[in-house]
C-alpha cells in the first residue's frame, strides 16, 4: 500500500467554523508534512513531523493547529480561517525526514474559506 | 538561500515530439534535486532525484534528467510525449539532507497536443 489518504476532499467553512484535516498513511512512514498549495502555484511547505514530534513550523498562523495522535495520522485543525487561506492542503509521508526519502503525497483537500 | 526556477511558464507539444523542462537552481553545495509531476486534482507524484554519482538519472514514465553543475541546471526530458503527460511539473531542491523540506519552483503546464 503506497497511499496517502486525506479527507475530506472538499471542504466549505466560514470563518467562525472549527474544522478538521485528516490524512493517514500506512506505509510505516516516520515523517509527515502539511503542504499548502494555491491555484498556479507550488506547494509551500508548512509544517513537518518526525516520529510523532513537530520538527519544523514555517512560521504558519495560529490558526492552524498540526497533531500527530500516532504514526499513521496527521491532522490539521483549523479555528477562525480567513478567506485567503482558501487553497489545497496537500498531506505527504516519507520513510524517514532524511531529504533522500522519497516524499508520498495525497490528493489533497480543497478548502474554501467563506 | 536556495531558490529553484523554471523559466518556462506554460509548454506545448505535440504527441510523439521530444520534450525538455528546464530547471535552474541556486545553491552553495551539492543539491539534492527532484522533479515531481501533478495532474489536475491529483497529488504530487515523484518521477526522479538526484543526490550524486551518475549526472544522468532515469526516472518513472520513461523520463530522464540530466544534472550540470557547471550551468546549474537540472533539466527533464522524454524522448517522446504521450498524451497523458499533460501536467504540471515541478522541479525542486532539498537545502539540506536532514529536514525533509523541498524547495519548488513555480511549475511548468505542459499541454499536449494530438
Known amino acids: 500500500d503506497t497511499e496517502v489518504t486525506q479527507t475530506p476532499k472538499h471542504l466549505v467553512m466560514g470563518m467562525t467554523n472549527k474544522k478538521s484535516l485528516k490524512c493517514e498513511q500506512h506505509m510505516g512512514h516516520r515523517a509527515m508534512y502539511w503542504y499548502k498549495q494555491k491555484a498556479k502555484k507550488p506547494p509551500e511547505l508548512m509544517f513537518v513531523?518526525?516520529?510523532?514530534?513537530?520538527?519544523i513550523n514555517e512560521s504558519v498562523p495560529s490558526r492552524f493547529s498540526p497533531e500527530c495522535p500516532n504514526s499513521s495520522l496527521l491532522n490539521l485543525h483549523l479555528h477562525a480561517l480567513q478567506p485567503e487561506d482558501s487553497a489545497l492542503y496537500l498531506c505527504a509521508s516519507s520513510q524517514e525526514r532524511e531529504s533522500l526519502n522519497e516524499q508520498f503525497f495525497g490528493p489533497g483537500t480543497r478548502l474554501t474559506v467563506l | 538561500a536556495q531558490s529553484v526556477t523554471q523559466p518556462d511558464i506554460h509548454i506545448t507539444v505535440s504527441e510523439g515530439a521530444s520534450l525538455e523542462l528546464r530547471c535552474n537552481y541556486s545553491?552553495?553545495?551539492?543539491?539534492?534535486l527532484f522533479w515531481y509531476v501533478q495532474s489536475p486534482g491529483q497529488g504530487l507524484q515523484l518521477l526522479l532525484k538526484?543526490?550524486?554519482?551518475?549526472?544522468l538519472v532515469q526516472g518513472i514514465k520513461g523520463f530522464e534528467a540530466e544534472f550540470k553543475r557547471s550551468q546549474s541546471s537540472f533539466n527533464l526530458r522524454k524522448p517522446s510525449v504521450h498524451w497523458s503527460d499533460a501536467a504540471e511539473y515541478f522541479c525542486a531542491v532539498a537545502p539540506s539532507s536532514n529536514t525533509g523540506k523541498l524547495i519548488f519552483g513555480q511549475g511548468t503546464t505542459l499541454q499536449v497536443k494530438p
Open positions: 538526484y543526490f550524486s554519482g551518475d549526472t
Open positions: 545553491y552553495g553545495a551539492t543539491p539534492y
Open positions: 513531523y518526525s516520529y510523532e514530534k513537530l520538527s
